[in-house]
């Protein structure tokens, strides 16, 4: 314990240093002036002004997404907190480690409708894993080191410290992080031996074996999703991932199948269906994975291994379920492995790879190139891909359409690379989640591929990505539809476009302009390359507005209350394969 | 479907402010059913409450239920009293019959065949204590309707395993 007592937010400040966070993203107000005064007379925590207090959260999340740490995020009172809820109900739902400080009335003012006043607790207890009000100086340093603890172990999660004014300015003792534990909250990391073994002699068995690796691999970090391409290719399975599971395994190993579920592959998804054996890592049998659950790969054993034992049997009944941190049941069974190995891989693992290859055949990601003077959304990635792999990019995205053509048609080859709205489905989530994604990687390349109805949705941040200077590159495909809520109200809704399609959208050149940054549009397919390469090339933030296909359907698709099998590959299947009646009350 | 069990679930919580608001918020939430719930300090030493909770479901539902229970920070133990052993389930109840004349017999008659206490009394009411599992409570109180009961007090059910394993 420092000697002398010091106040409220320099214990903030100074938890934070010690934790090692080296930015916040923030946005000021009455509530929190105490903790923007102690930032000011110190040198040791960045901080990144946003425009709205939702764009901080989001920002954090794509700080945390691509480092493996902790992003922290500080707002005021009332509107500042609310603000913050999408983010923290997005963090929760993908599992991603966030501290967020917002600022309170002062104690004597809790409950007197007082000036932005909020009951933060009460409304973010359901959107985080975790939150504390704290009412007196005496506790904050330890809060301020459990939330750390409590956000980044286990299942990572959000975390709410939300900080009476007048607890700021009160004098209190401080506690460095090394003398503060958590009294009770113990997750359990280490996978039990005898179900490692159980799943050791099922993978041995396995005819048709199948590897779902998900989120979990890559929130244990890039040693486990290691470990797990190392199993991968010892156990010489087919390897399919979630959609937030994308670069666990390098989208160029040839056991990886593409990702799976509802815009998954046809090899991914059919592979799902048939195998014998399932090996969940790090997963959590999704509603968007699972399709239908009284069809969901019916014939197969699974093995689950998660962090989170209530994601354990929750929409699957698994047959062996591990709870441990995935790279640590990972090592157990790579250690076990060349004991249960069989002599020689069981007779017909050849057949189940010719299968996939059939599979693959098929060519799921085809697309009609269509018109001549018109650019396929799906073209575009490929394009951008071509044109800036070598590059290693971070990507982020926003949510619809272009996000799913944008996890089919980006490879990742490692983790940390792709940060995207699962869970939640956040539109506006990527135009910040770049801001922190450039703010933690300043030299690197960082695109935020968005549609043109989410980048509206936080469209402010431009203006933070301005102050900073930071050179994030925004590929909108510009359909002017919600292109998703437009291909549900096609399939489901008979083609009655009902308020999806986007009059008056703006002149995204202009309006990077308007910002500070610079923008370009493009609607020929001969012009993409070189507005690609004007993107990646032009110093500082660019805006690429491309004119895209405005009816172009995402396919392949598992449609809503179908199974795996019964995939619509593409147009050609939509009328052939008509949505149920029960499909059509899902989301 | 699958059949539908009721469980009693004893839950060991840090007693800290917003404890019983994070339960009743997963329960509801997550759509659980709370057929009662009680919570109170047990241990004041080291700060910690006792929730028991009685809830239905399906097996699943109940595992998830416990699941979803051990995942909240401030719970330290989850135990799921109908799953693991023998244990003793009880109830209090307070009931106020308003009568005169032949009910008023009556009605003493029952409480007294049902060990309920007169905790008040004045000339046109009674007001009794009983302590019981909820099947008993629910005897009683279809025997005293038609005596002039008129309202009812519930704890819901606390309990306990049976044994000397502790919890």
Redesign the interface.
């Known amino acids: 314990m420092s000697a002398e007592p010091i106040s409220g937010a320099d214990i903030v400040i100074k938890a934070l240093v010690d934790q090692g966070v080296d930015v916040v993203f923030g946005y000021p107000g009455g509530a929190v002036l105490p903790i923007y005064d102690s930032l000011f007379k110190q040198n040791s925590l960045r901080h990144i002004l946003v425009r709205q207090e939702g764009g901080a959260v989001h920002a954090a999340e794509g700080y945390a997404r691509s480092t493996g740490r902790v992003g922290v995020v500080l707002v005021t009172s009332g509107p500042g907190a609310t603000n913050a809820v999408t983010g923290l109900t997005d963090a929760l739902m993908d599992s991603v480690p966030v501290i967020c400080l917002t600022g309170q009335v002062p104690t004597h003012l809790i409950g007197n409708d007082a000036f932005q006043e909020a009951d933060t ?2 409304i973010t ?2 959107c985080t ?3 504390y ?1 704290v009412r007196d100086v005496a506790d904050l340093a330890r809060v301020m080191h459990e939330a750390f603890i ?1 956000a980044k172990s286990g299942r990572p999660g959000p975390v709410v410290i939300d900080l009476p004014k007048d607890v700021l300015f009160a004098l209190g003792p401080y506690t460095p992080p090394e003398e503060i534990q ?4 113990r997750p359990q990391t280490r996978p039990d031996p005898a179900r490692i073994e159980e799943a050791l002699a099922l993978i041995a068995k396995a005819e048709r074996p199948l590897i779902y690796g998900g989120g979990g691999l890559i929130n244990s970090g890039p040693e486990a999703c290691a470990r797990f391409t190392e199993f991968v290719r010892l156990v010489d399975a087919p390897c399919t991932l979630t959609l937030m599971g994308l670069g666990a395994l390098p989208a160029s190993d040839p056991h990886f199948l593409g990702m799976v579920g509802m815009h998954g592959t046809y090899e991914a998804n059919h592979a799902m269906h048939d195998c014998d054996v399932m090996i969940a890592v790090g997963s959590r049998f999704d509603d968007r994975v699972t399709g239908r659950l009284n069809a969901f790969s019916p014939h197969s054993k699974k093995i689950h291994i998660d962090i ?3 994601s ?3 929409n699957v ?1 698994v047959d062996v379920p591990i709870v441990a941190d995935c790279g640590e049941a990972l090592a157990a069974l790579l250690a076990g492995w060349p004991k249960a190995a069989p002599k020689r891989p069981p007779a017909k693992r050849a057949q189940w790879w010719e299968r996939i290859c059939e599979w693959r055949s098929r060519d799921c990601l085809r697309y009609d190139r269509g018109r001549k003077d018109v650019i396929k959304p799906q073209y575009a990635l490929e394009r951008l891909y071509a044109l800036t792999h070598e590059r290693d990019p971070f990507i982020t995205t926003e949510v619809g359409q272009h996000q799913m053509w944008a996890a089919q048609f980006f490879k990742f080859e490692a983790p940390y690379h792709w940060m995207t709205s699962g869970g939640l489905g956040t539109m506006g989530y990527g135009l910040p989640a770049a801001v922190g994604v450039q703010v933690a990687h300043p030299d690197a390349l960082v695109i935020d591929i968005a549609g043109e109805a989410s980048i509206l949705m936080n469209i402010q941040e431009m203006s933070t990505i301005c102050q900073y200077r930071l050179p994030v590159k925004v590929f909108i495909l510009n359909n002017q539809y919600m292109g998703m809520v437009r291909q549900w109200q096609e399939l489901l809704h008979g083609a009655r476009y009902s308020e999806s399609y986007t009059a008056a959208l703006p002149d995204f050149v202009k309006l990077a302009e308007a910002f500070g940054a610079n923008g370009r549009r493009v609607t020929d397919p001969a012009e993409l390359d070189d507005a690609i390469r004007y993107m990646i090339e032009t110093p500082g933030a660019v805006v690429l507005d491309v004119a895209v296909d405005e009816l172009e359907n995402c396919f392949p698709m598992i449609p809503s209350g179908a199974a795996h099998n019964e995939m619509l590959l593409g147009p050609e299947d939509e009328a052939t394969k008509p949505i149920s009646e029960e499909g059509m009350v899902l989301v | 479907m699958a059949d539908i069990e009721r469980h009693t679930i004893a839950v060991l919580v840090d007693n800290e402010p917003g404890i019983l608001a994070r339960v009743v918020g997963l329960f509801s939430g997550r759509g659980y059913n709370i057929d009662s719930l009680t919570v109170a300090e047990v241990d004041r030493a080291n700060n910690l409450s006792r929730i028991t909770v009685v809830t239905s479901g399906t097996r699943m539902i109940i595992e998830q239920i416990k699941a979803q229970l051990s995942r909240l920070v401030p719970v330290r133990k989850v135990r799921d009293l109908t799953d693991e052993g023998p244990f003793v389930e009880r109830e209090m109840a307070l009931f106020k019959v308003v009568g005169k004349g032949e009910h008023r017999i009556e009605a003493l008659r029952l409480a007294d065949i049902f060990r309920a206490r007169v905790i008040d009394s004045t000339i046109e009411s009674f007001v009794f204590e009983m302590t019981g599992a909820a099947e008993k409570l629910n005897a009683f109180i279809e025997l005293m309707e038609p005596l002039g009961l008129v309202e009812i007090s519930r704890t819901g059910a606390v309990a306990i395993a049976r044994g000397a394993g502790r919890f």
Not at chain 1, 182 to 185: A, G, I, L, M, Q
């Open positions: 607790t009460g207890r359901p894993k975790h939150n009000l409590i958590h009294k009770s909250y989170d034992p209530s354990i049997n929750k009944r």
